[in-house]
């Protein structure tokens, strides 16, 4: 019997700058045979198949917030498991 994957995407993200950005935080994806970081920004995800290692680096002009999406395929015929995070800048006082 193979498990269905889970997908975990870990705590929201809030950044105090344009600067890359960890998005791997307390993510995980048990029974998972892959994952692929995605999001709807118009940045990019470095190291996207990586549990660890993934970055986000923002558009020039992005503001946010962006939803940072986190898909696992497993091998079990139930489908993929999703999650989303939400990636936003702090604000300035």
């Not at 999650?83 to 702090?90: E, M, P, Q, Y």
């Amino acid at each position: 019997i193979n498990q269905v994957p889970t997908a975990v995407a870990g705590t929201d993200v809030i950044a105090g700058s344009n600067a890359a950005m960890k998005i791997t935080e307390r993510s995980s994806a048990p029974n998972s045979t892959g994952i692929t970081w995605t999001s709807n920004g118009t940045g990019t995800i470095a190291n996207p198949t990586s549990l660890t290692e993934a970055t986000y680096s923002p558009g020039t002009w992005e503001s946010g917030p962006v939803t940072i999406r986190f898909p696992a395929s497993g091998i079990c015929r139930c489908g993929n498991a999703v999650c989303t995070k939400s990636l936003r800048k702090s604000v300035e006082v």
